[in-house]
């Protein structure tokens, strides 16, 4: 044994250094923290790249005003290699209204992404407040939604004096859920002749009927810093505002809408990657992408590849990117399908339909997904490599996302590396061998094969763990939730199912079944859970085990009712 570990000593010092190709320098990432801007206010870059070399701005000078240059270094580890990453942000203040490209930077001898820029023209009204020293606006993406559609509500606090510290609140209303999404924003806006630092704060709302809703306002408390004249007259520092209480006018779900109900301002269907033939026996990948304009995570229906003969498909879980676009949520869905074909010909991927609600022109529309027709050839054990992650169908029709299409072609044969698998196989097997032993000589002398672990007893689930999941996850965990709150022991459906008392919620997780496994509805199964689950579970009570009549045969150690 003190051999093998010998080995395995040096081969986990050797082995890396064999593997290890050559490091490659991430190429630098820009984004925006807002797409879409008012003339006179700021909007932060952001550019992330790898060492410390500032970019040149430069470029911008043209279309912005330059300010509040600011970076963050850390040190991260890349293949075994310490670098420096570097986090830089600058302040942009576009000079014209329009569509602004923001060009390729130069960062560090490496060029950044394009960004693209919308400055809408400054509006003449301006909000309720303007003036004073703080105060707020609340603003929603559409004041007469319908039930269960996804509102963007924005919360903006002006404040026209350094803030010290401060909370601020939006009250959820009745009738509604109401949830923060993603991280504040920050900028600067000049309002009624004044020059105001801005910190805006999204939420995701949604009517759960119809019928008018209040919404309270939000609520501002804080302090600002002192000026002199602030000591001299006496006054605080204390600040507060409140935001005027909104009424929305939900509507109900129109008769004849195609269910599950799905309300969107557009929805489109593309193939992000598409390979350009297959071979049998081997595995190909397609990803297919959505964009869902007005929808939260948890509203986004999925993405799944019919039954195809001669083809076997393998999903991978989805990939969910939410973002605030134009004042309201836009859901990004990505999902990879491993293709195996079994034989030789042709296949075909049949189209992909996904119903919804237009509710901007009040009626039904349909997103397709045109069906493909791929080759196969025969088998040569070499998959086909798809396209490029940035490769878009044309026919997406996303208005936000950037046109373009592209097929990649065949990737050569890999050289032989029977030496390095040989290699690998024998680490894993003394990896393997040394994890035994060392289990072995960790077992207590006494441990019995039947002894029951002694812990502490597992907490209560949080019964909002299931509304959570059904308002921001997949039905995994959806089916999670349930399992947590069914209690310890309970690892699947069918141990849920059994604990239920409520046929309604029985029904209701079978749906959730038949839409995680048989091809059903999930939307319409998430609103038979949110009905039937509304007023808690309901569950058999737990069974009391009786003692035993008669002491064990061979009683355990430590067990005072057997005989010695």
């Known amino acids: 044994m003190q051999a093998a570990l010998r080995i395995l000593a040096w081969m986990a010092l050797l082995l890396p250094l064999a593997f290890a190709g050559p490091v490659h320098a991430e190429e630098p990432r820009a984004w925006l923290d807002r797409d879409e801007v008012v003339l006179g206010e700021t909007v932060t870059l952001n550019i992330q790249a790898d060492g410390s070399t500032p970019p040149d701005y430069e470029p911008l000078r043209a279309d912005f005003e330059i300010s509040g240059l600011t970076s963050r270094s850390q040190l991260v580890a890349v293949d075994g290699e310490s670098r420096t990453r570097t986090l830089f942000a600058a302040a942009l203040r576009p000079l014209r209204a329009g569509t602004i490209l923001i060009p390729p930077l130069v960062v560090g001898g490496e060029r950044s992404n394009p960004v693209t820029l919308v400055v809408a023209p400054e509006s003449a009204q301006e909000p309720a407040g303007a003036g004073a020293d ?16 996804a509102v963007g509500w924005v919360v903006r606090l002006y404040s026209a004096v350094p803030l010290v510290s401060g909370q601020l609140d939006q009250p959820a ?10 991280e504040d924003a920050q900028y600067t806006r000049s309002v009624a002749g004044r020059h105001y630092n801005v910190i805006e704060r999204r939420y995701l709302l949604i009517p759960e009927r ?6 309270p306002g939000a609520r501002f408390e804080g302090r600002g810093a002192r000026g002199f004249f602030d000591d001299v007259l006496g006054r605080g520092g204390s600040l507060t505002a409140t935001a005027r209480p909104q009424r929305l006018q939900v509507q109900p779900v129109p008769d004849g809408a195609p269910q599950p109900w799905l309300p969107l301002h557009s929805l489109a269907l593309g193939y992000r990657a598409l390979p350009r033939e297959l071979h049998a026996g081997a595995a190909a990948t397609v990803t297919i992408e959505m964009v869902a304009d007005g929808a939260g995570e948890g509203q986004a229906p999925e993405l799944r590849l019919p039954a195809v003969p001669g083809l076997r498909v393998f999903p991978e879980p989805a990939q969910v990117e939410q973002r605030f676009v134009d004042g309201r949520p836009r859901v990004t869905v990505r999902r990879q399908f491993a293709l195996v074909p079994s034989a030789a010909g042709e296949v075909t991927l049949p189209a992909l339909e996904l119903q919804w609600w237009d509710v901007g022109a009040d009626r039904a529309r349909t997103a397709r997904l045109e069906p ?63 994890l035994v032993w060392a289990l072995q000589r960790r077992a207590p002398a006494g441990a019995q094969p039947g002894d029951a672990p002694i812990g502490r007893a597992q907490p209560a689930a949080d019964p909002s763990l299931l509304k959570q999941a059904l308002d921001t ?17 309970v690892r699947d459906m069918d141990g849920v199912r059994a604990r239920l008392a409520d046929p309604a919620q029985v029904a209701a997780v079978e749906a959730l079944e038949r839409a995680r496994w048989a091809g059903g509805d999930g939307p319409a199964a998430r609103r038979q859970l949110r009905e039937a689950f509304a007023g808690g579970a309901r569950w058999h009570p737990a069974p009391v085990e009786s003692p035993p009549l008669l002491a064990p045969l061979y009683p355990r150690r430590g067990d005072t009712n057997g005989t010695r």
């Open 372 to 434: 493909v027709t791929l080759t196969v050839l025969p088998g040569a054990g070499v998959p086909t490599r798809p396209a490029p992650a940035g490769a878009t169908d044309p026919t997406m029709g996303d208005p936000g996302a950037d046109a373009g299409a592209g097929l990649a072609g065949d990737v050569p044969a890999p050289p032989s590396n029977r030496g390095w698998i040989l290699a690998a196989a024998t680490f894993a097997a003394l990896w393997l061998l040394t």
């Open 173 to 182: 209303p009745a009738g509604a859920t109401l949830r923060q999404v993603g």
């Open 473 to 489: 996850g997949d039905l995994g965990d959806v089916a999670d939730a349930l399992c947590a709150l069914a209690g310890p022991g």
């Open 134 to 149: 703080v105060f707020l606006e609340s603003v929603p993406d559409d004041p007469e939604p319908y039930a269960q559609q």
């Open 210 to 215: 119809s019928g008018p809703l209040e919404v």
